[in-house]
T-cell receptor, first 117, second 114 residues
């Protein structure tokens, strides 16, 4: 089945450590996104990538980094510079960002919950 | 700039009650798309509906119905005869199509009690 796979589902980190969240999709989508979800805050965009080897900052990119070396993969690194990293992280994908038929619809993974100890 | 407002934060109902989730949006574009997503306790956002700005026809899908009114910039979602499985966080979202990112509201937590 086509879809988006995020791993790990739960992750614990000590302060000062970097952690990387994995996101893989087999939908043949060009665009991929990372969102952060906090209680009562909705979804906030961290980074997005429209094509391989290209990505842009979203609304809350500070303390995060990404790479897009393959179309299928868009890993997110939460660095020690992120002051409050405990949150639920969602990865999503969509068809080509600039495609005329792109309605903005996103397809989501099941999320990764990061807790800083 | 785009904005989506979900003024209700938490709603609690008893099973079989009808419930309406409100969504108000702002955009200057004449072409746009509105979405509702459901987030059950498992975490994944599940797509429920997409509506484009040129189609104001209301839609019904089983117990779910959506009321799109451009005059009030609203896209409300009604669940008829709610069930415990409807308990989730519901997000309304807006996009202006190509080259546009999806803008989400803050979500409404719906609890349906048996």
């Amino acid at each position: 089945d086509g879809g988006i796979t995020q791993s790990p589902k739960y992750l614990f980190r000590k302060e000062g450590q970097n952690v990387t969240l994995s996101c893989e999709q087999n939908l043949n989508h060009d665009a991929m996104y990372w969102y952060r979800q906090d209680p009562g805050q909705g979804l906030r965009l961290i980074y997005y990538s429209q094509i391989v080897n290209d990505f842009q900052k979203g609304d809350i990119a500070e303390g995060y980094s990404v790479s897009r070396e393959k179309k299928e993969s868009f890993p997110l690194t939460v660095t020690s510079a992120q002051k409050n990293p405990t949150a639920f992280y969602l990865c999503a994908s969509s068809i080509l960002f600039y495609a005329a038929e792109n309605t903005g619809e996103l397809f989501f993974g099941e999320g990764s919950r990061l807790t800083v100890l | 700039a785009q904005k989506v407002t979900q003024a209700q934060t938490e709603i609690s109902v008893v099973e079989k009650e009808d419930v309406t989730l409100d969504c108000v949006y702002e955009t200057r574009d004449t072409t746009y798309y509105l979405f509702w997503y459901k987030q059950p306790p498992s975490g994944e956002l599940v797509f429920l509906i997409r509506r484009n700005s040129f189609d104001e026809q209301n839609e019904i899908s089983g117990r779910y119905s959506w009321n799109f009114q451009k005059s009030t910039s609203s896209f409300n979602f009604t669940i008829t005869a709610s069930q415990v499985v409807d308990s989730a966080v519901y997000f309304c979202a807006l996009s202006t199509g190509a080259n546009s990112k999806l803008t989400f509201g803050k979500g409404i937590t719906l609890s349906v009690r048996p």
